[in-house]
């Protein structure tokens, strides 16, 4: 069976995401020879490059597998492995909404996004659109993360449309902050990270 793997390195050589497609194209290469797994994005943040791999048999990563981890270390030490797993076993949606802005703010925002789909499927009205409003800014994020600019401030514009009608705080998300954040940078043309202010 395939299995899916979210990969952190340190991002020790300080790459930015208008490198994105040069570390691709060096990774593909450093494991042209290992047949087991497939590079299927990166996306870097000032902390950490991830990389999205799916092994192509029954292979299960580990940090010991030094034919894999081995050629890589060139771009960045291994911080983190994680197997992903569909996310469905929160205790309520507001833990899910809470860890979401905990990744958001760690820049992994692919992963938020994840976890955010995974409430947003259940949810309703207002929730619904407030939901795809904070899935659309990871996503925009995480165009960032690859040095796609133009699509990073298209989606951002986007998830202003889900924000109409919100409260001033979302599952303790302060909403008027985060609001105020993304239209300074549409306003500014700023290609800059934001946190997610909690009450």
């Known amino acids: ?88 076993d929160f205790i309520s949606r507001e833990d899910a909404v809470i860890l979401s802005v905990f990744l958001f703010n760690m820049e992994r925002y692919w992963k938020s996004h994840e976890v955010l789909e995974s409430v947003w499927k259940d949810s309703k009205a207002q929730e619904k659109n407030i939901l795809n409003g904070l899935i659309l800014v990871d996503a925009a994020y995480v165009h960032l993360q690859k040095g796609e600019n133009t699509i990073f401030f298209s989606i951002l514009n986007r998830s202003l449309e889900k924000f109409r009608d919100y409260s001033e705080y979302f599952y303790d998300i302060n909403m008027e902050l985060l609001l105020k954040d993304i239209n300074n940078i549409i306003l500014t043309k700023s290609l800059s990270t934001i946190k997610i202010h909690l009450k």
């Open 1 to 88: 069976m395939k299995k899916r793997y979210l990969i952190y390195l340190d991002n020790k050589n300080n790459y930015l995401p208008t490198n994105s497609s040069s570390v691709l194209h060096s990774l593909r290469t450093l494991l042209k020879n290992y047949n087991h797994a497939v590079i299927r994005d990166i996306r870097i943040s000032s902390y950490f490059i991830e990389i999205d791999v799916s092994t192509q048999d029954n292979t299960l990563l580990s940090p010991d597998d030094h034919n894999f981890f081995g050629p890589i270390n060139i771009l960045g030490s291994l911080i983190r492995l994680e197997e992903l797993n569909e996310v469905t």
